[in-house]
């Protein structure tokens, strides 16, 4: 080979590994731009999971804290008490104030119209915020600060249902956030023209000098402290529960039972899992039994119901039926929420003709079979004991006298109703209707203080309180 062709052969292996270099950086230049790539999709994707249920949290509490706002204001109006006017203006502001913070978080542009529903919010809180105190002082309302007050339940009402419509689409996964920064901005501009024709009270409002309101303690300390009053002192064993467990449901014998374990924080309890036949395995039973008294605290069988084939009036006489054979008599239904092709029934005793709602037992019937599908004592035995109930010492008309003039009474009993603090009153019920509304106003009935107010909801799927 001559000097010349040497040189050739050495470029064009020069020229071969250069290329191959080249090819070998590119080729890893492209994988870290393709691992970058990914990383950043990985990291946006996060940041936007992060983001849609942070707006989702939001949106749903706003929703809540709306629904609390048109429920307090419609309880207010009816109230003829001014302790407890004053406490529902309290949360009024409170709910107010909540709904604000989380409004202020959704991603909906910050145009006029959500200005506007924010100024609602900020004004039904103000003006609450002032009449607690004013009551707080001995002042009642005037009459012009009646008539804001029904403007202002008027346009909860409003901006209640216009986010429940939301509500419903977004939960259908029909709405998505990003769909929602128009069509949410488009409604609740329709809400916010409402409120602008509306001319408010000037109210002040300082945070500093906020009265603290007497309540008769705070809920939670007093329901940790609680013991349960209706369970027997004799303690039982793990296979005294069992047989319990299997008496209750009326099998002699089962083919599997599981033991899952004593647990409970009030109540302890022994839990088990039952098959009540081998060939249907999808099919268990858990039921609860406390170990001090050996009663059955709850029970649920996870049987699906198909297609309703009975009404709610047959379902409650099944389940009157079956607390009679549980030994608990003399039981009337209150309230009920059909669900999921079954009905869930609220029942309470009558003691002398009087309601003792603290003694609650549920019990949720299948709407196919009519069988029982679900009992909860837990309510009952926690409070269910021996009560001396004394005469009222004001009248049923005296009483009439403590509610609003606006409440149009439909009936009258008495019943003993448990406060959030978890003592018990004695009281009047009153049942009745205002502005198209249900509540029930409960007045005490040896001091005639006005206790507690319930909106009473009745639709398709129930009756239930709020």
Known sequence: MSILGGYKELRERLKSVRLWSVMAITLGILVIVALWGVNQ??????????????????????????QNIQSLLSKAEVSGDDRQRAILYTEVWRNAFAAQENLSQLPIENNVALEKTAK?????????????????SGKKETLLQQKQLKK???????????????????????????????????????ISQNVTSSRMLAVEAGFKDYPTLIYDGPFS?????????????????????????LDFLNLKRSDIVNY??????????????????????????????????????????NRASSSPKIG????????????????????????????DNTALINYIPLQNGVKIYPDMVKVRVALDTGQIVGFDATAYYMSHTSRNIPKPAISERQARNFISKNFDVQSVSLAIIPLDSGKEVFTYE???????KYFADYINAITGKEENILEIIKDPNGILSM
Not at 120 to 136: H, N
Not at 263 to 269: E, L
Not at 430 to 436: E, P, Q, T, V
Request: net charge positive; glycine share 8%.
């Open 430 to 436: 009153f049942l009745g209707k205002y502005d198209g």
């Open 260 to 301: 899952l374990g004593l647990s409970g924080d009030r109540i302890k309890v022994y839990t088990f899992e039952i098959t009540p036949d081998r060939r249907i395995r999808d099919r268990t039973i858990t039921i609860a039994i406390s170990k001090k008294g050996g009663k059955v605290i709850w029970m649920i069988d």
């Open 312 to 339: 709610v009036a047959k379902a409650k006489e099944n389940a009157k039926k079956f607390l009679i054979e549980k030994g608990f008599a003399n039981m009337i239904d209150t309230f009920y929420l059909k669900q």
């Open 120 to 136: 609602y919010l900020t004004q039904v809180g103000d003006l609450s915020f002032s009449l607690s105190k004013q009551l707080m």
């Open 152 to 190: 202002l339940r008027a346009y909860a009402d409003k901006l209640s249902n216009n986010l429940n419509e939301l509500a419903i689409e977004i939960s259908q996964g029909r709405l998505r956030w990003g769909e929602v920064r128009v069509v949410g901005t488009s409604k609740l501009k329709r």
């Open 41 to 66: 999709y990985r990291g946006k994707a996060n940041y936007h999971n992060y983001l849609t249920n942070m707006w989702h949290r939001a949106f749903f509490d706003m929703v809540g804290y709306v």
């Open 221 to 245: 300390d007093h329901i940790s402290r609680q013991t349960p009053k209706g369970l027997p002192e004799k303690l039982i064993s793990k296979e005294q529960a069992k047989k319990i467990a």
